[in-house]
């Protein structure tokens, strides 16, 4: 019973954290500046990937004029 209220008392605790206990990033301005660039720049190549799976990177073919490259008027 008494390891069960701890148990509880603990996770109370830390359900009621507002964020991760542990920081991701570094305390130093100069390395810490660098671990978001490379961590933006990460997020920003996913969206590009997102967008070449689903071909939304592609040319639509539903305008007037042709413009996928094929041979012909």
Not at 3 to 21: D, E, N
Request: aromatic letters at 10%; charged letters at 20%.
């Amino acid at each position: 019973m008494r390891y069960l209220k701890r148990l509880l008392i603990v996770g109370c605790i830390c359900l009621s954290a507002p964020g991760c206990l542990i920081n991701m990033y570094n305390s130093d301005p100069v390395r810490r500046t660098n671990q978001l660039l490379v961590v933006s720049e990460n997020l920003r190549q996913i969206q590009d990937e997102w967008e070449r799976f689903w071909f939304l990177d592609q040319p639509s073919h539903l305008t007037y004029q042709r413009i996928h490259g094929g041979i012909g008027p």
